[in-house]
């Protein structure tokens, strides 16, 4: 992966996976797709089950002592996905214990336990199964999406600890002309709400 190479060299390249994104990184670091399992768990928002590495993660550092109460006893955390990587799944495979920790799990609606927060051990690589810009960014109400002060304020800390690693990146555009071209407000975004449960708005290119 690019990523791993510009981090070996000395190049903070920070990697964030949500959902299919973190399903991704597990996908990729094991070479195989067979690592995912099917899981009952879409429109469901549940509090997380730690494990006893995270009091010692990059990414749950960031919360304050009451926020991991939150996360841990409300049902906050957004989940909408039919697949997932068990923790018997992840054991297995020497290439994703030798390079991710895992840091909190989850229990579908029929009992199975799926992985729902990892980083990596020594780059700065995180996923996550659940949606953490849903609670600020979705409002249907045909999904159980949790919008309290606690729920909203746990996703903002989400968002602020990624953009606290994307700072610690030399990347930079060429020139301020490129990097004009290429930001998001050259596109307007659809409102999609209507004929979809899942997305408020949606940029189509």
């Known amino acids: 992966m690019n990523n791993i190479n510009a981090n070996d060299e000395g190049d903070y390249f920070p990697l964030w996976g949500t959902c299919l994104g973190y399903q991704l990184l597990c996908v990729l670091q094991s070479g195989t797709n067979h690592i995912l399992s099917s899981?009952?768990?879409?429109?469901?928002?549940?509090?997380?089950?730690?494990?006893?590495?995270?009091?010692?993660?990059?990414?749950?550092?960031?919360?304050?002592p009451e926020?991991?109460?939150?996360?841990?006893?409300?049902?906050?955390?957004m989940n909408n996905h039919q697949y997932g990587v068990s923790p018997h799944s992840f054991k297995s495979m020497f290439s994703l214990t030798e390079f991710y920790t895992?840091?909190?799990?989850?229990?579908?609606?029929?009992?199975?336990?799926?992985?729902?927060?990892?980083?990596?051990?020594?780059?700065?690589?995180?996923?996550?199964?659940?949606?953490?810009?849903?609670?600020?960014?979705?409002?249907t109400t045909a999904e159980s999406i949790n919008h309290s002060y606690h729920a909203v304020s746990i996703a903002q800390t989400a968002a602020n600890f990624l953009v606290s690693e994307a700072r610690k990146s030399k990347h930079h555009f060429r020139s301020e002309e490129k990097e004009m071209d290429s930001l998001i407000y050259n596109y307007e975004p659809t409102y999609t709400g209507k004929?979809?449960?899942?997305?408020?708005?949606?940029?189509?290119?």
């Open 39 to 64: 899981f009952d768990s879409e429109d469901y928002s549940i509090p997380l089950n730690f494990t006893d590495a995270t009091n010692a993660s990059r990414l749950f550092s960031i919360y304050t």
């Open 102 to 139: 895992i840091l909190s799990t989850n229990f579908d609606r029929k009992g199975y336990e799926f992985i729902s927060s990892i980083e990596a051990i020594h780059y700065p690589f995180y996923g996550v199964q659940w949606h953490p810009e849903k609670n600020i960014f979705e409002w």
């Open 67 to 77: 926020g991991m109460d939150w996360l841990s006893s409300e049902p906050i955390t």
């Open 195 to 205: 004929v979809s449960h899942s997305f408020e708005q949606e940029y189509q290119f």
